[in-house]
């Protein structure tokens, strides 16, 4: 059986790998953009899954440790003449202006440096709990952000940063995507995320069976960390240009509607609610432009489709707790026990 | 700095710190009794502003009137809110509860923006609170004597109330335990609406002084404020009233002299808060006057 779960899983990989090649060569720019988007959308959903979903920390931080990946990648990422043409005000600081790398290293240091950022915020607060720990990393978030808008010799203030290359592709996002969802399987697969579970489910039980609460919590957090900052860099290099009003508290919300969607603790239910949150997000802009249906001129309501995620949100944790996935993940058994229970009622 | 523009600096930062400790009693009443971050709070301040603003622009009330209602009908809104978002989830895990609030303050924001717009609009401001009154050389705006002495007034009242009436007794029960307290015969869902309605009035009058403070009002402006009260209000030690009102005062204090002492930081004025916050929590995790919380097994 082990094999052949192997097997299919190979295979519908492959498939899905032709599936990006075909998208790659044959989509337009709009449609490509949105695949980018589920991809990033995915890694970043598992991100804050991580925390939230498997460890039980309620987390608000990740906008901030996205604006440091995505600052980190596009200012390495730039060519030193766009550098001087963005930085007009005030120069960018020595050696900034002048290093130009290639994505790949730039991605990985992004990653890093947006990890390290979470570690030193881990340290003092991750002694918080709950909603104190909610309260303390949202206040971070917000930190960095002043920052960003402060620091203009370094993030260009306000103005943000434009004319990043755009170097991420769906290879990039998807690729990514597929390979932190293996590396987040066999995370919360390993002994170490059983301890990241019961942690969530019963922190003094835990610690009394001998878990180290700090060192699970605070590897947890950064590597939580360290993927969005990922996504926050691959984010940067799609759209080509970072702004600190990009990172602002909506954006967690998104990522935070995501995870509820799908369901706190459940990796197949964060890589599905990615991809429908992301693609209703644009197909919901419809509600936000101008229409006209014959003679009938409908103006566009800016901001709808914000309502209309915010009551999705509710409906869900009034109603249906669990979102799709529940803790569940998927598994090939479902697609035999529900072939077997073919079989009977065709023998029957 | 001369004295006169330190004593200015002061009266203003007491202003701003009792406008603070206003908005996060709202923020320790309810966290005291549900152990919820009530993140519609700061939404709560921006419907009263607007409020104001419609009575006034479409309805043309007299300003004092268009206040009243606006408190009435934003208490009505804070206690419908705890009704449909925060009851049904009474005996959830507590992450779905400050899910839900986070939802329902996205969900007003955002609603407020379809219904009034995104464009930034002014708020009136009678005369009588832009008064300049002349004070030993210090000039300073009535409005800046009157937020404190109004909230001093509505703190007092508050306190009474939680102290030493019945009802404030059924309160401090209930923010105990909540089952014994249903089984001394307290209406504990009653309890739990009367406190949103205390929090959401006080939120009121706070959110139509901030409209007075800063006359530009969008869908946005609770945000800041709602953030930075519930600071104040863990600062103080959350749950604690006197604690809140010293939070706020610490807040709104520190907040001015840091931009009057320091100026090259007034871009990090807004950062100030989370700063404070997070010294606060390393140090006294239950703020400065809150209680130590025993760990339950």
Request: charged residues 10%; aromatic residues 12%; proline residues 3%.
């Amino acid at each position: 059986m082990a094999d052949r779960k192997k097997f299919y899983t190979g295979i519908s990989l492959l498939l899905f790998i032709l599936f990006i090649y075909w998208a790659d060569s044959s989509w337009d720019g709009y449609k490509l953009r949105i695949f980018n988007l589920c991809g990033i959308y995915i890694i970043l959903a598992l991100s804050l899954n991580l925390v939230n979903g498997f460890t039980g920390l309620f987390s608000l931080g990740t906008a901030g440790f996205m604006a440091v990946g995505a600052y980190t990648s596009a200012l390495l990422t730039m060519s030193p003449q766009m550098k001087e043409m963005t930085f007009f005000l005030k120069p960018l600081i020595w050696p900034l202006n002048q290093i130009q790398i290639p994505f790949f290293p730039a991605l990985i240091i992004a990653g890093i440096l947006s990890g390290l950022v979470g570690f030193l915020i881990g340290f003092p607060v991750l002694r918080l709990r709950g909603d104190y720990l909610a309260i303390a990393t949202l206040g971070f978030g917000e930190i960095l952000r002043v920052i960003i808008i402060n620091a203009q010799g370094l993030t260009n203030g306000a103005l943000g940063l434009k004319g990043i290359p755009k170097y991420t592709t769906v290879w990039w996002s998807w690729g990514l995507a597929l390979l932190t969802i293996f590396l987040m399987v066999n995370i919360v697969k390993s002994s170490y995320g059983r301890a990241l579970k019961a942690i969530r489910e019963d922190e003094i039980a835990a610690q009394a069976m001998g878990i180290n609460l700090f060192y699970h919590k605070i590897t947890a957090f950064t590597l939580s960390a360290f993927f969005a900052g990922i996504g926050g860099a691959l984010l940067g290099n799609l759209i080509t240009t970072v702004d600190p009003t990009m990172f602002v508290f909506q954006l967690t919300f998104q990522i935070l509607l995501i995870v509820v969607l799908g369901g706190m603790g459940s990796i197949t239910g964060s890589v599905i609610a990615a991809v429908v949150v992301t693609i209703l997000m644009e197909a919901l802009r419809a509600v936000e432009s101008p229409m006209t249906i014959g003679s009938l001129y409908i103006p566009g309501i800016p901001g709808m489709r914000m309502v209309i995620f915010s009551v999705l949100l509710m409906v869900v944790i009034l109603f249906y707790r669990q979102g799709f996935m529940g803790q569940r993940e998927f598994a090939w058994e479902w697609f035999s026990r529900k072939g077997r229970r073919h079989e009977q009622s065709a023998g029957s | 700095m001369t004295f006169q523009l330190f004593l200015q600096h002061l009266v203003n930062g007491i202003s701003l710190g009792s406008l603070y400790a206003l908005i996060a009693i709202g923020y320790t009443m309810v966290y005291g009794i549900l152990r919820l971050i009530n993140f519609a709070h700061g939404d709560i301040i921006m419907l009263a502003t607007y409020i104001v603003f419609f009575g006034i622009l479409i309805f043309s009330l007299p300003w004092w009137l268009a206040f009243i209602i606006s408190i009435i009908l934003t208490t009505i809104i804070g206690v419908t809110v705890e009704r449909a978002a925060y009851r049904p989830l009474r005996n959830a895990p507590r992450i779905s509860i400050l899910i839900s609030a986070i939802g329902v303050s996205f969900l007003i924001e955002n609603l407020s923006l379809v219904i009034f717009g995104g464009r930034a609009k002014s708020f009136y401001q009678p005369h009588i609170f832009t008064k300049i009154i002349n004070f030993g050389g210090v000039s300073l705006m009535s409005l800046t004597f009157i937020i404190p002495v109004t909230a001093g007034i509505l703190l007092y009242c508050l306190t009474y109330l939680v102290n030493h009436t019945k009802t404030g007794m059924a309160m401090r029960a209930t923010a105990r335990d909540f089952e014994t307290a249903r089984l001394m015969g307290i209406d504990i869902n009653a309890i739990i609406s009367l406190t949103f309605a205390i929090g959401s009035a006080l939120a009121a009058v706070g959110g139509i002084m901030w409209g007075l403070r800063y006359p530009q009002i969008h869908p946005f402006i609770g945000i800041m404020p709602g953030l930075k009260c519930f600071i104040a209000a863990v600062v103080g030690g959350i749950g604690n009233i006197p604690g809140a009102m010293l939070g706020g005062f610490i807040l709104g204090l520190g907040e001015i002299m840091l931009v009057a002492l320091l100026p090259t930081l007034t871009g990090y004025r807004d950062a100030f808060a989370f700063i404070l916050l997070i010294i606060i929590l390393l140090v006294r995790p239950t703020g400065i006057l809150g209680e130590k919380i025993a760990e339950k097994v």
